[in-house]
């Protein structure tokens, strides 16, 4: 029996640096494009970015659109076509956030994202990450039973001052909890 609550709320693993948890909101439609997008292409890692809005407290994202993955070796990865994120970056008002999977490991950054991060970080404020290994090996994962719920893993994109005197600012990456609205 499903509860009141119209909401479905999926916590994720914390890390160890964590102070407090944001709360992202998607909805069911935009979710599923993901899941619908990264199933569709086992063999790649499929890339598009997420729309929504963000006001002081929550954030909401309600929409997920696909991006062509131009990179030389897509199932390791991904690099969004160039002319289309340019496109997005001056259409979309509503770019929020980017998403991408990983056919082969866990859906939890790899070095490549991080070094990869401040490309697109000024940009967004999410970054979010699906797998298909990881949703199916999660069974055994005792610490976090309720992990097993969902195959994507979202993150809040923080910008802290660069302690040394180099012009960059750092980019880093918080686990975050994500609420499927189901309507
Ligand atoms: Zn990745």
């Known amino acids: 029996m499903e509860s009141l609550s119209r909401e479905r709320v999926i916590r994720l693993a914390d890390t160890p640096h964590c102070q407090q948890k944001s709360i992202l909101s998607i909805s069911s439609d935009a979710y599923n494009a993901m899941i619908q997008h990264m199933t569709s292409f086992p063999d790649m890692e499929v890339c598009g970015i997420l729309l ?5 407290g929550s954030t909401q994202i309600h929409s997920y659109r696909r991006l062509r993955n131009v990179a030389h070796d897509p199932l390791h990865h991904f690099a969004l076509d160039p002319q289309e994120w340019i496109d997005c970056c001056y ?3 509503e770019l929020i956030g980017l998403f991408h999977s990983h056919p082969m490991t866990a859906a939890i950054p790899s070095s490549t994202d991080l070094q990869q991060l401040p490309a697109f970080a000024a940009m967004i404020s999410i970054y ?6 990881a949703s199916s090996n999660r069974s055994d994962n005792q610490d976090h039973p309720d992990i097993n719920t969902t195959p994507i893993n979202v993150y809040q994109i923080n910008q802290s001052v660069n302690p040394s005197s180099h012009p960059l600012p750092i980019y880093n990456l918080q686990t975050a909890q994500l609420n499927i609205m189901t309507e």
């Open 52 to 56: 929504g809005t963000k006001t002081a």
């Open 91 to 93: 259409q979309e008002r």
């Open 128 to 133: 979010a990450i699906g797998s298909l290994v």
